[in-house]
């Protein structure tokens, strides 16, 4: 992923990952955050499809947990539909102003700078747009986007293809700096970069594999 964009993400960039359900775009992030982790830098994980428990379970799967109780640090989003978080941070969908005040809170409790090169995942914003609506989310999505960046915060913004309305999508891709693409099939899964700010591409499928 690194040589497909001349060496990486630009920091302080918030891109789309967009894709099919089983695509890769949420076993993509975890690596992406565990990367992070392990240049002793602070990863933040918005998740709205599985509870902290399981996120752990899955990186210890893949033996990305080393310096993971320090570096991670996870806004649950999802536990709220049964009433039962035992996260430090936690949001109800059906509020994105609260949503967007933990987003804040987290980062600032941890005293994130621009030079800490800090990574972020919100995944997945589709549950985002299905709960808040598109017009909130995306508004959210633009509040959220500045504060990131005035802190230098990298970040991945997981979108699923096919349930949204092609103008959702556009307007996604329009508050966000970058797009990677991802799809699967018999031949395995593949990416591209479909385009990234300040920086050269060639738009082709490169299949890819995430291991331990």
């Not at 690194?2 to 076993?27: E, F, R, T, W």
């Not at 994105?96 to 409790?109: N, P, Q």
């Not at 747009?129 to 913004?157: C, E, F, H, P, W």
Request: charged share 25%; with cysteine.
């Amino acid at each position: 992923m690194d040589q497909m964009m001349l060496g990486g993400i630009p920091l302080g960039s918030l891109c789309l990952v967009l894709g099919p359900p089983g695509a890769g775009k949420s076993i993509l992030s975890k690596r992406f955050i565990y990367t992070g982790i392990e240049g002793r830098k602070d990863a933040f994980l918005v998740t709205t499809n599985e509870g902290e428990d399981r996120i752990l379970e899955t990186m210890q799967l893949f033996n990305w947990d080393r310096g993971v109780d320090k570096g991670l640090h996870i806004l649950d989003c999802y536990s709220w539909k049964s009433g039962k978080s035992s996260s430090k941070y936690s949001a109800s969908l059906t509020s994105l102003t609260d949503l967007s005040v933990e987003i804040t809170s987290m980062v600032d409790d941890i005293g994130v700078r621009p030079e800490n090169e800090s990574r972020i995942v919100i995944d997945s914003f589709t549950d985002v747009i299905n709960y808040g609506g598109s017009d909130r989310a995306l508004r959210l999505l633009d509040t959220v986007r500045t504060k990131l960046q005035t802190r230098g915060v990298t970040g991945l913004l997981l979108l699923e293809e096919g349930v949204h309305d092609e103008k959702t999508v556009k307007s996604v891709e329009y508050a966000t700096d970058g797009t990677v693409r991802m799809k699967f099939s018999e031949q395995g899964r593949f990416m591209m970069v479909s385009r990234m700010t300040a920086t050269p591409l060639s738009s082709k499928w490169i299949p890819f594999t995430i291991g331990k």
